[in-house]
């Protein structure tokens, strides 16, 4: 199949990953057709994935130089609770655990990543790819995606209360490139 023709059959599954609405591994969530590849990128750009686990805080200027991509990315859960049912409150101390799935540009499963937290400040989640996922390999036809899923888990603390969008970030041919999920956290003191 080449890359046109695969273009199309991942903009038709849109639709039906969209209608999925099942809950944990199962829900597979929107996608939209990737990118055909990030350009203007220096090939020696620093990584913006943290190399420490835990809340870590993101540099501003190294998360606005990632390059949003049309590559398929879906955060499905957020400590149990599904991401498509309105923002998901937490208090600081709370162990949190992300779930969902990702894909590089051109559709095989990256291998570190970082979930972005953009709100009073930006903070970085370190994580990786690797978890099964036959479901979203099915749906957008593509078998390099069928280790695609992730869990990220951390203690939300070393952050400030407040509203953040969430969006996953990878390295990316000497430099980063970001999905936007629909997903937002909100942090409370207690």
Do not use: H
């Not at 939209?32 to 540099?59: K, M, R």
């Not at 400040?121 to 370190?126: C, F, L, M, N, S």
């Amino acid at each position: 199949m080449n890359i046109a023709t695969k273009y199309i059959v991942v903009g038709a599954m849109a639709a039906s990953l969209a209608a999925c609405g099942g809950k944990g591994e199962d829900q597979a969530g929107s996608a939209v057709a990737p990118d055909a590849g990030v350009t203007g990128q220096s090939a020696d750009a620093e990584t913006i994935v943290p190399a420490a686990a835990g809340v870590q805080p993101l540099d501003v200027l190294k998360f606005s130089a990632a390059t949003p991509t049309k590559a398929p990315c879906q955060l499905d859960l957020i400590s149990g609770k599904a991401t498509n049912q309105g923002a998901v409150t937490l208090p600081l101390g709370t162990d949190v655990l992300f779930q969902g799935w990702i894909s590089t540009p051109d559709l095989k499963s990256p291998g570190a990543i970082a979930l972005v937290l953009d709100g009073p400040e930006v903070y970085a989640i370190r994580g990786s790819a690797g978890g099964d996922r036959p479901d979203v390999a099915r749906i957008l036809r593509a078998e390099g995606l069928s280790k695609s899923g992730y869990n990220i888990s951390a203690k939300l603390e070393g952050l400030l209360p407040g509203e953040y969008s969430l969006s996953l970030v990878q390295d990316w041919r000497g430099g980063a490139v970001q999905c936007a999920t629909k997903a937002t956290l909100i942090v409370t003191d207690s």
